[in-house]
């Protein structure tokens, strides 16, 4: 499947009182990486949530190609979703399951290849990714580096068109941080796949994004390339760049 | 402007009548969902079969404990009791059909809950707040199908042959305490075959089973739905426990009364 393009129509989603998304328009640009930014609070993992099905919104629209997500047939969103990699914030791993039976997992799941294919897949991703022969280990026994790096090589164990990110270097020294944003660089590179990172890290945004969206209170502020983000007049976006408090 | 307490009252009531309709709603939905899933394929018997282990087979230790005391100390009340009437040849019958009926089933089932039921919560809860339930649907893979159908097909297949063993050692620990007090063993025996029908032994399976699909589908249903962190595990794990204690045994009332 090619690189979707993602629109993102309108969305609206509050919890009890509070109004958490007021209307959120932007477009993802397929086969790039776009960055969704904001201070934390924003809803940045709220727009995810929706992005990936997680939630449902109040009102609006959120369309892959000529997919609208809410309206989907339950057989399209899962032919979607086989599509998809999304790497969580704390890596999501499966605490019962080997490293090896945790990338391999989606492979046999979906009895799309023998047990074995998928266990010799998941090696080689992972040795792909500095952690050779880490396939037998407990998922506790590993530092939150290789926690990250695990779970990336589930998300792109079954090789999807569009990966999400949420929060990718949170909890990560800037070393780690800095490989792991250059694994998504390379990735992205590789594979062609649209990628969407959910961030608040301002070096990272400008220097993989090919688009940076900012939600500011509840809205979308500005959705343009980083260099031209980064020039915008708008007070919020230059303050969060210049890392001052939000008015 | 502030409530009367008659008001405060009222609204205590109706928001707790309103909740409890809407968790006995989400409940019988979930419920439901994981019992069709469950007989659709594909079906995953490497995963049904490591959760007839852990509900079966690690819980037979304590199971068979449970058992073989409750007939040893229910015999040891009946002989008691009987020996005042001088019908000590009814205590065989009196315990089989007890075991088999009641203790059994019931006592197995609350067990299983204490050991299991929380498991359940707990690790579905602590999945849901640590995103894996969320990993799973991502993937396309149905947290429903692949977490609770399972669990509750395998409280439902291995709860009636642990109330078999319950009742077998409970027979077997109250003819044991019996021979202890001096009771002939031929009439402890010969009695039960007079006395107790396959009718009973029938029915206390039946009940165990329902209490299967109880004990597993409460659980799953506190860890599926489990919100706020570490402090929501815990309270998913106790809710868990209660609410099926007190579902079991509200289902037993139901159940005796319509079958025996």
Known sequence: MAAPTIVVYNLKKSFGDQEVLKGITFKILPGCINFLIGRSGEGKSVVLKHLTGLMRADSGEIWFDNLELSAAHPRDLQALRLQMGLLFQDGALFDSLSVGENVAFPLWFHRITTVKKAQAKAEQLLEELGLAGAGPRKVVSLSTGERKRVALARALVMEPAILFFDEPTTGLDPLLSGQVDELIGHVQKRSGATVVVISHDIAATLTLADQVSMIYDGQIIASAPPQVFKVDPNPEIQKFLAGEPAS | ?260
């Open chain 2, 1 to 260: 402007m502030s409530l009367n307490p008659a008001s405060k009252l009222v609204a205590f009531l109706g928001k707790t009548v309103l909740e409890s309709v809407f968790h006995l709603g989400r409940y019988s939905l979930l419920s439901l969902r994981s019992l069709i899933l469950a007989i659709i394929p594909p079906w995953r018997l490497r995963t049904v079969f490591r959760q007839m282990e852990l509900v079966g087979v690690n819980s037979l230790f304590v199971v068979i404990l449970t058992g073989i005391f409750t007939g040893a100390v229910f015999t040891l009340q009946v002989i008691y009791g009987f020996r005042r009437f001088s019908a000590e040849s009814m205590v065989g019958p009196t315990v089989a059909t007890a075991m088999t009926r009641e203790l059994g089933p019931v006592l197995t089932s609350l067990m299983v809950t204490g050991r299991v039921g929380s498991a359940m919560a707990a690790e579905l809860s602590s999945m849901k707040v640590s995103e894996q339930i969320d990993a799973l649907t991502v993937m396309g893979a149905d947290p429903v199908k692949y977490l609770i159908s399972p669990r509750i097909l395998a409280g439902i297949v291995m709860l009636p042959l642990l109330t078999a063993v319950a009742d077998a050692v409970g027979v077997l620990g109250g003819y044991l305490v019996a021979i202890g007090k001096g009771l002939d063993p031929g009439q402890f025996a010969s009695r039960i075959e007079d006395i107790v029908v396959i009718g009973d032994v029938y029915n206390g399976l039946i009940k165990s089973a329902v209490f299967g699909f109880i004990l597993a589908s409460v659980g799953c249903y506190m860890g599926f739905y489990t919100r706020g962190g570490a402090e929501g595990v815990g309270r998913s794990t106790t809710h868990a426990v209660v609410c099926a204690y007190v579902a079991i045994l509200v289902g037993d009332f139901i159940m005796t009364a319509i079958m025996f």
